[in-house]
């Protein structure tokens, strides 16, 4: 994914602090809104990671920090659940004034009560996904149990979460009791898809029930099988983005795509790696792909290696050419199964290598054919498969023009 750093400014004129992760080709078929947990940031691990993965699926995201955390201005003191929800409303209308208006909505824990609340504020919006959420905004009230005394006696306190220091007001305490989640959560008016963990030891799963219980239909539960509230899992994450991705697009109308290969039939592609790791995004003419490196050579497998897509791209074209064929011929060709692997090797256990080069690259290509063929037509469908355009390309010479545009 590519990221822009952006500001907008909320309902008081202060400016926050904003990232729009953006498929590897720039051109999403919708945009999504995150909101990040209570204290939290928007560039918690977890929330990158989901967004990175809603991306991946041509869904552009929005994450931004709420007033007074983060890189975003304003006193956290001063705020309160209602006043979140006034950022997301905000946030909302920069994407549609710039961009384009979400018609996604994704919460983590209060943020996706947040977004629970928001949702009717904003026409746009067609699904709305929460990730542990609580299902009464006052819940996160727990978290500073101890100080409450203080804070109703004093109207303010300083509060230690999660070993940093926080000025919380009453006002804060009696906006979160005057919610009416319940009620907001019944009048939703959208596809809802809950997500928690059964082990959820900040909020817990009690909450996903009574939530589902009051929202009408669509709606949907998946369980979070094993993962902690901040998602700290990078498949958990990966896994709650790519279920959004595929349940949204069920409710959600694709924006006009605005990229296109400039020749038709061009084979482009877009690659985009960012500042750590190898992970990279891929556009294959409007289909996204990731590469990574095996955690041997330093990457995080999250997909095939640079020559794993190598083999895949031969692969694909010797069945595709070999399927053709025997179309053409009317053969009884029922299936392709093609098996590669890649190597370099001395040039000496190469009886067919030229023997001025020291290590040559060598793709061992199996080929299963199925079907009722005689002997002389899978012998003829072996010399085709070293026809395709493939393996023809990897055998001529090749010119690769490089030039930096930026």
Known sequence: ????????????????????????????????????????????????????????????????????????????????????????????????????????????????????????????????????????AAHVVHNFDEYRDKIEQDGEAEVNLGGRSFRIRRTLLDDLADQRMSEAIHRLGRALLIFHSPVDATVSIDNAAQIYQAALHPKSFVSLDGADHLVTNEADADYIGTVIAAWAARYVDALAPTWRNETPGEEQVLVRIGAQGFVSDIDAGGHPLVADEPVALGGGDQGPSPYQLLNAALGACTAMTLRMYADRKQLPLEGVLVRLDHAKVHAKDCADCPQEVARIDVIEREITLEGDLDPEQRQRLLEIADRCPVHRTLHEPVVVRSRLVG
């Open 1 to 136: 994914m590519t990221s822009r750093a952006l500001t907008f400014e909320n309902a008081h004129g202060e400016r926050l602090a904003a990232s729009l992760d953006l498929p590897v080709n720039g051109a999403p078929r919708a945009y999504a809104l995150f909101a990040h947990c209570f204290t939290c940031g928007k560039d918690l691990k977890a929330l990158r990671q989901i967004s990175r993965a809603l991306t991946a699926r041509c869904i552009a995201v929005l994450r931004f920090d709420f007033t007074g955390l983060g890189a975003s201005e304003g006193e956290f003191a001063a705020t309160t659940f209602s006043s979140n929800v006034d950022d997301l409303v905000a946030a909302a209308r920069h994407l549609e004034a710039e961009y384009a208006a979400p018609q996604i909505l994704v919460g983590h824990s209060l943020g996706g009560t947040a977004v629970l609340a928001a949702a009717r504020k904003l026409p746009s919006v067609r699904a709305v996904a929460t990730i542990g959420a609580p299902c009464d």
